[in-house]
């Protein structure tokens, strides 16, 4: 007889045969990425929030202590969001034009070393949507890989134009997303609408490892790719269970 699960009545409720990786309390599930020490994010109030770490810690991804492979993730998640003259269309070398270049901050989460469920805003070009380093034709600056353009659209590659799809995201609120990867096939959600159908089946010898098990891991905002905003994104209710 399969186990008998009980879902959750609401996306902050973990149904029964979850793995909690945050229960809002500590961060006994997570090591750095840098170096595998106790993990450096503040945690206030239920969330975990990449503010500045604590003397003697060092700013970095965080990562579960254990690895995953076949796997539905669920997570709810709120970005920092500065400047209001962004654009999502690409100029010399394939830069992003937004004018403030605070709103090209993002942050993401990796599964099996190789896929990275941006977390951006889609006015700038940073979709919530399925990104990995691979040199393809449809690649911009050369190994950015689209995909899946999640938020804006859905679509395979990078597009310039997601006006004319439904703004999905809650600015300035909390947003839940729920990532599941089985085998090849990864999909993810956001507030309840599925936004990522991807099938994916790594040929290349070089990407063997994104077929194996591997810690899921949560990005350390990258400044330099947001003209040094030092702004902050907040996670809690992270859960997991494997499939």
């Not at 469920?117 to 911009?140: C, F, K, S, W």
């Not at 004319?164 to 600015?171: D, E, G, L, N, Q």
């Amino acid at each position: 007889m399969p186990a008998v699960v009980t879902p959750g009545t609401a996306n902050s409720d973990a149904p029964s045969d979850a793995i909690i990786l945050f229960d809002g309390k500590n961060l006994d599930q997570w090591v750095s990425v840098k170096d595998k020490s106790p993990a450096g994010w503040k945690v206030e109030n239920g969330v975990i929030t990449s503010a500045p770490p604590a003397e003697g810690q060092r700013q970095a991804s965080l990562a579960t202590a254990d690895s995953y492979k076949d796997v539905e993730l669920e997570f709810d998640f709120m970005l920092a969001e500065a400047g209001t003259k962004c654009t999502p269309k690409l100029g010399d070398k394939q830069a992003n034009l937004s004018e403030d270049k605070t709103c090209t901050f993002n942050s993401g989460v990796s599964l099996r070393n190789g896929y990275q469920l941006n977390l951006g805003r889609r006015e700038a070009g940073e979709y919530i949507g399925i990104v990995v380093h691979r040199t393809e034709p449809q690649a911009i600056r050369g190994n950015v890989d689209w995909l899946s353009s999640g938020d804006c659209g859905s679509k395979p590659g990078y597009l310039e134009d997601c006006d004319k799809f439904p703004m999905i995201r809650k600015k300035g609120d909390w947003n839940h997303v729920r990532i599941s990867f089985k085998g090849p096939h990864l999909q993810a959600w956001l507030n309840d609408k599925l936004i990522c159908d991807v099938t994916d089946n790594p040929t290349d010898p070089a990407e063997a490892s994104w077929k194996e098990a591997a810690p899921i891991t949560f990005q350390w905002p990258p400044a330099g790719e947001s003209g040094g905003f030092a702004g902050t994104v907040k996670y809690k209710n992270i859960r997991a269970r494997e499939l």
